[in-house]
Structures are given as C-alpha cells and as structure tokens.
C-alpha cells in the first residue's frame, strides 16, 4: 500500500484545512487509517484515527470538536478536516494504514501501523 498526503499549506489562525491522503491498492477499504503529525523539534503523535468501515473515530485531546477524520472507501481516500487551525496546529501531517485488516477499534501508537505517507506541511500563522 502506498499513501500519498495532499492538502497542506500556510493559513491564518482560525482558518479551516482539508488534508486528503490516497492510497493505493485494493485492501484499503478493510484498514484502519490514521493522521499524525510532528512538529520541528517533537515526536510524532497521534491525532484521529478511523475504522475500516467509518463507524468509529478517535481523536487526541487537543483536536477533538475542530478537526474531523472521514473516508471514502470507493475512492480510496480519506481526509482529515481542520477547523480553528491554531499555530501550535503547525506541524508535518502525516497518514498512516494499520494492515491488520477489519480491525473494530482505532489504535493510536506510532508502532501499531504499518504504512506511511510521506506528510503534507501545515503552518499555522498568528
């Protein structure tokens, strides 16, 4: 599988962002996928999370109620809405697949996925 982010850029305080991320292959549909991020100078961590089929979604603390992760198993894709982009937002944002397939829980540590893009930059100016 291969993941292929798009989406980033430089936006304002208070702005939205949509991120996308495609993926190759047909077992897409059957794996959790997640979005992390690193900023310059931190360790990766963990942002939302989505099962195979949508039906549930996780989120780190400092997300939850302005970001949104959905998918679109016909096209391969799932996004990540930003809402209330805030500068500590700033960050390398990458998507991630845990091949385990039908999996009914989100994971969240780095090690429990297998497959990653190659991050989209957001910067989130004051």
């Known amino acids: 599988v291969q993941l292929q982010a798009s989406g980033g850029g430089l936006v304002q305080a208070g702005d939205s962002l949509r991120l996308s991320c495609l993926a190759s292959?047909?077992?897409?549909?059957?794996?959790?996928m997640g979005w992390f991020r690193q900023a310059p100078g931190k360790e990766r961590e963990f942002v939302a999370g989505?099962?195979?089929?949508?039906?549930?979604?996780y989120y780190a603390d400092s997300v939850k109620g302005r970001f949104t992760i959905s998918r679109d198993n016909a096209k391969n894709t799932v996004y990540l809405q930003m809402n209330s982009l805030k500068p500590e937002d700033t960050a390398v944002y990458y998507c991630?697949?845990?091949?385990?397939?039908?999996?009914?829980?989100?994971?969240?540590?780095?090690?429990?996925?297998?497959?990653w893009g190659q991050g989209t930059q957001v910067t989130v100016s004051s």
């Open positions: 292959g047909r077992t897409f549909s059957s794996y959790v």
């Open positions: 989505i099962t195979w089929d949508g039906g549930s979604t």
């Open positions: 991630a697949a845990d091949r385990r397939t039908f999996q009914s829980g989100v994971v969240t540590t780095l090690r429990e996925y297998d497959y």
